[in-house]
């Protein structure tokens, strides 16, 4: 079946590095995204990665993948109260019809 | 920035009455999606069309039903709400497999309490 699993919550320190992890359960998923909800609007596509891929690092954000144990991680560095989101781990096989699976999302709190 | 638009934002209405909430999109994809999302919970996909006239189900089954006769139009209606149809409803689209696999561009939602 297609499970993304994430935890709930999660609270850092202003200028701290968040870490918000996710596991999933298809292992021919292709395509491994992290998307932000804001407070009050829709989900916007933040980074992906391939599962060809180990690591992706895009300016603060640096996405791992251990394909072995099907687990990809989200390290936000320097976390500022504007990341103060809910974030949300999803797959996706390759494919025209295939859908994307979202997790439950984790609410990442920044304490100034 | 996404083009994509939900109205209502809010809506609160009584038991047993018709809705219909709007989803409308300007980029001109082709594939378009309604996903409910509870506090808590996972996104659920409820609904999907990958064109004009092409209308599925999704994985969560919903009394809720849509139609797609203009590309740009995705509306959701449900006959006779309920309480357990509270919840937040996601629109959203996308131009269909690229570089990224699928890239969802969403609206702001629409949160429904049904009394």
């Not at chain 1, 060809?52 to 640096?62: E, S, V």
Request: with cysteine; charged share 20%; aromatic share 10%.
């Amino acid at each position: 079946g297609e499970d993304v699993e994430q935890s709930l919550f999660l609270s850092v320190r202003e200028g701290d590095s968040s870490v918000i992890n996710c596991t999933y359960t298809d292992s021919s998923s292709t395509y491994l995204y992290w998307y932000k909800q804001e407070p009050g609007a829709g989900l916007q596509l933040l980074t992906y990665i391939f599962s060809n891929m180990d690591m992706k690092q895009d300016q603060r954000l640096t996405v791992l993948l251990n394909k072995k144990d099907k687990h990809l991680s989200l390290r936000i560095a320097d976390t500022q109260t504007g990341d103060s989101a809910i974030y949300f781990c999803a797959e996706r096989k390759a494919g025209g019809y295939q859908k994307v699976t979202f997790g439950i999302g984790t609410k990442l709190q920044v304490i100034p | 920035e996404a083009d994509i638009y939900q109205t209502p934002r809010y809506l609160v209405i009584g038991t047993g009455k018709k809705i219909t909430l709007e989803c409308s999109q300007t980029m001109g994809h082709d594939k378009m999606y309604w996903y409910q999302q509870d506090p808590g919970m996972e996104l659920h996909l409820i609904h999907y069309s990958y064109g004009v006239n092409s209308t599925e189900k999704g994985d969560l089954s919903s009394e809720s039903t849509v139609s797609r006769i203009r590309t740009e139009h995705f509306p959701l209606t449900l006959e006779s709400a309920r309480p357990s149809h509270t919840s937040q409803y996601l629109c959203a689209s996308s131009e269909g497999v690229s570089p990224v696999g699928e890239k969802l561009f969403f609206g702001s939602g629409t949160q429904l309490s049904v009394l």
